[in-house]
T-cell receptor
């Protein structure tokens, strides 16, 4: 079975500051990794994903994440955040065997960007 | 394309009532899933389907039924609602495959069981 741990439930930052949202996973097989974002009162939308290849993945809205297999981590970063980045962010994993319709989610990190 | 649509957006039920949450997608996706979202719990998979006529249980299936008679529709049925089923329910679809495995989520149904 796989699991996802998001180490911070809430991250408050000031506008234009850098941010890192941490995600660690455990799995007995190779995995695909995802970050989803949920704006208030909306559904989830994909921010970025790692399937294979380069360990540095770039997503929408200036976010990027780095896959670290030895540390089983997939931390999300942005060099300078905006007020509009305030949202809840979910890390998710699916196993490499093709069952990518079965995502296991972390509990989420609420990013609050203050002026 | 409308993407993934869910109805209703809000629903209040009394304990013991039954209801069906509707989900439809117009992207011809094979895979569809139902998740529930509870505060501090993230999203948990209830049921999923890999194609018309094929469904399977996820992490928290008890108290819910699904069927998939068409590619487009994947309704979720609550047989006898309980307060523990108060949650936000999301339907998602995915085209599947190695490089097209992004899940597309609907806007959610907020359910309250009294």
């Amino acid at each position: 079975a796989q699991s996802v741990t998001q180490l911070d439930s809430q991250v408050p930052v000031f506008e234009e500051a850098p941010v890192e949202l941490r995600c660690n996973y455990s799995s007995s097989v190779s995995v695909y990794l995802f970050w989803y974002v949920q704006y208030p009162n909306q559904g989830l939308q994909l921010l970025l994903k790692y399937l294979s290849g380069s360990t540095l993945v770039k997503g929408i809205n200036g976010f990027e994440a780095e896959f670290n297999k030895s540390q089983t981590s997939f931390h999300l970063r942005k060099p300078s955040v905006h007020i509009s980045d305030t949202a809840e962010y979910f890390c998710a994993v699916s196993d490499h065997g093709g069952s990518n319709y079965k995502l296991t989610f972390g509990k989420g990190t609420l990013l609050t960007v203050n002026p | 394309n409308a993407g993934v649509t869910q109805t209703p957006k809000f629903q209040v039920l009394k304990t013991g009532q039954s209801m069906t949450l509707q989900c439809a997608q117009d992207m011809n996706h094979e895979y569809m899933s139902w998740y529930r979202q509870d505060p501090g719990m993230g999203l948990r998979l209830i049921h999923y389907s890999v194609g018309a006529g094929i469904t399977d249980q996820g992490e928290v299936p008890n108290g819910y039924n699904v069927s998939r008679s068409t590619t487009e529709d994947f309704p979720l049925r609550l047989l006898s609602a309980a307060p523990s089923q108060t949650s936000v329910y999301f339907c998602a679809s995915s085209p599947g495959g190695v490089d097209t495995d992004t899940q597309y989520f609907g806007p959610g149904t907020r359910l309250t069981v009294l």
